[in-house]
């Protein structure tokens, strides 16, 4: 049965310039869970996961700036780097007074939320990535455009990685490989095909696109975040994600040897057809985890 508790609710919060969209769920004194979503989407991909734990924790999923309901400064009043994406995200979890969190993190959402966690260690409880990378071994053979782009960032390699950003690419590539066709919904693709051709849209993700390099370079500097707090760490991944491959979860064993790992028979988008099975997995790993800290 369904509590008034498992309600989303739809909310702003100004930071800085940015006004932050953001949807939350569950009961204020329960935990805190922060949940950052990925390319090229927005908060709307945790729709069906945030009713499945609202009786348990207080969900909370912002739009990160560049994405989806949030509206922040035009490029060039504001710069679309990674740094900034975290910038905005802690003094998000600032206006909130979100004194202690667990973090879930998917796909650009996990670069955020290292940084995050990594800054205030003693505010992060647990880690859950679903498909978020953190090692070299995670990134597949798919990249060659955007590896190109880092190397020498050329108006001919920024152009050549428009075709990431392409309904084909979104529907077919990142949404589709993987998935099964019968439990694939196509309300997430289609919003975020309808976001990516909005003015302006495709300029700041390939501003982000460049900026990635950052993430890879700061890989190390998570590795060594890793090894010194211990955070308990739950990696639930799909396994037939064409752009984060499983070896990425298996790594997160080099610096955590306690880390949780499942593969789902999944693609990159996994909550679109396993919020269930995640949710269980969250849900057993987050009351282990909680109890034993408290």
């Given at each position: 049965?369904?509590?008034?508790?498992?309600?989303?609710?739809?909310?702003?919060?100004?930071?800085?310039?940015?006004?932050?969209?953001?949807?939350?769920?569950?009961?204020?004194?329960?935990?805190?869970?922060?949940?950052?979503?990925?390319?090229?989407g927005a908060s709307h991909v945790f729709r069906d996961l945030m009713p499945l734990l609202a009786?348990?924790?207080?969900?909370?999923?912002?739009?990160?700036?560049?994405?989806?309901?949030?509206?922040?400064?035009?490029?060039?009043?504001?710069?679309?780097?990674?740094?900034?994406?975290?910038?905005?995200?802690?003094?998000?979890?600032?206006?909130?007074?979100?004194?202690?969190?667990?973090?879930?993190?998917?796909?650009?959402?996990?670069?955020?939320?290292?940084?995050?966690?990594?800054?205030?260690?003693?505010?992060?409880?647990?880690?859950?990535?679903?498909?978020?990378?953190?090692?070299?071994?995670?990134?597949?053979?798919?990249?060659?455009?955007?590896?190109?782009?880092?190397?020498?960032?050329?108006?001919?390699?920024?152009?050549?990685?428009?075709?990431?950003?392409?309904?084909?690419?979104?529907?077919?590539?990142?949404?589709?490989?993987?998935?099964?066709?019968?439990?694939?919904?196509?309300?997430?693709?289609?919003?975020?095909?309808?976001?990516?051709?909005?003015?302006?849209?495709?300029?700041?993700?390939?501003?982000?696109?460049?900026?990635?390099?950052?993430?890879?370079?700061?890989?190390?500097?998570?590795?060594?975040?890793?090894?010194?707090?211990?955070?308990?760490?739950?990696a639930v991944w799909g396994k037939h994600d064409p752009a984060f491959i499983p070896a990425g979860?298996?790594?997160?064993?080099?610096?955590?040897?306690?880390?949780?790992?499942?593969?789902?028979?999944?693609?990159?988008?996994?909550?679109?057809?396993?919020?269930?099975?995640?949710?269980?997995?969250?849900?057993?790993?987050?009351?282990?985890?909680?109890?034993?800290?408290?």
């Amino acid at each position: 049965m369904f509590h008034d508790h498992t309600r989303v609710s739809y909310k702003t919060q100004q930071v800085g310039d940015v006004e932050v969209f953001y949807r939350e769920a569950g009961r204020k004194d329960a935990p805190v869970l922060l949940l950052l979503h990925g390319f090229p989407g927005a908060s709307h991909v945790f729709r069906d996961l945030m009713p499945l734990l609202a009786q348990h924790y207080r969900l909370i999923a912002p739009d990160l700036p560049g994405f989806g309901n949030t509206k922040a400064p035009p490029r060039g009043q504001f710069d679309y780097t990674f740094e900034n994406l975290y910038n905005v995200i802690e003094g998000f979890t600032e206006a909130l007074a979100l004194a202690s969190y667990s973090v879930y993190v998917f796909d650009y959402g996990a670069p955020v939320g290292f940084r995050l966690a990594a800054a205030n260690p003693h505010k992060v409880s647990a880690i859950i990535s679903q498909n978020g990378n953190a090692y070299v071994e995670g990134i597949s053979d798919q990249w060659g455009a955007w590896q190109a782009y880092w190397r020498e960032p050329s108006a001919a390699n920024r152009q050549a990685c428009r075709a990431s950003l392409s309904p084909q690419a979104i529907r077919d590539w990142l949404y589709g490989t993987g998935a099964d066709p019968g439990k694939l919904s196509p309300d997430g693709y289609t919003l975020d095909i309808a976001y990516m051709a909005r003015e302006g849209a495709e300029e700041i993700q390939l501003d982000l696109i460049l900026d990635y390099r950052s993430n890879v370079a700061a890989y190390p500097a998570f590795h060594a975040y890793f090894r010194q707090h211990q955070p308990a760490f739950l990696a639930v991944w799909g396994k037939h994600d064409p752009a984060f491959i499983p070896a990425g979860a298996q790594a997160y064993r080099n610096d955590l040897p306690n880390a949780e790992i499942h593969l789902l028979d999944a693609g990159h988008f996994a909550l679109e057809t396993h919020a269930p099975e995640i949710a269980q997995y969250l849900h057993d790993f987050l009351s282990r985890t909680l109890t034993a800290s408290s």
